[in-house]
């Protein structure tokens, strides 16, 4: 964290106004760090603004006489929704179908931290993730879905606590051959709640 100066000394001088505007005494003891904990969390919650995919996967993709579908599943998220700042979460699930070129399986699931780690709204994030895999890697196709409870309507508004929003992004082979979609689907296991 830097001194009280720049973005971090702004940061913190917000939350503290924030906390006051919200009823709270900033000089209680149980508030004295919490502005300073607040932007340092909130920095980390949204770090991925700050890191390129291309980096990510360069020395990762590798020539290997492969075209058969690749799937990796429950990929654990969390992310912030931009409409109200409370997390939403759960689980991502990718598959590709290599043209001769493969990635190492762990970059799959960093390339879901780079979007989840912004201000997020989920439909967007799928699209994200799926076009990410499509430009860097160049199969012949990528096919994400995503699985996630919003706490922004389970702790606000109309507080379900069991609904699960799912989205899905179907790229190249995955969207012009129904066949190619069910097999996803079906090593998928069905979509169910996962945590």
Known sequence: MKGSGGKDGRAVSLIRELLVELGEDPEREGLLSTPKRVSEALRY?????????????????????????VVLKD???????????????????IAYIPDNRIIGLSK????????ARRLQVQERMTREIAEAIEHHLRPQGVGVVIEAQHLCMMMRGVEKQNSI??????L???RENAATR???FSLLGGLKKAY
């Open 45 to 69: 919650f949204t770090q991925g603004y700050n890191i390129d995919v291309e980096e990510i996967v360069a020395g990762s993709i590798f020539e290997e006489k492969q075209e058969e579908m």
């Open 75 to 93: 990929i654990d998220f969390y992310s912030l929704c931009e409409h109200h700042l409370v997390p939403f979460f759960g689980k991502c699930h």
């Open 108 to 115: 799959l699931a960093r390339v879901v931290d780079v979007f």
């Open 165 to 170: 929003a799912t989205t899905s992004a179907m």
């Open 172 to 174: 190249g082979a995955f």
């Open 182 to 184: 069910m097999e996803f």
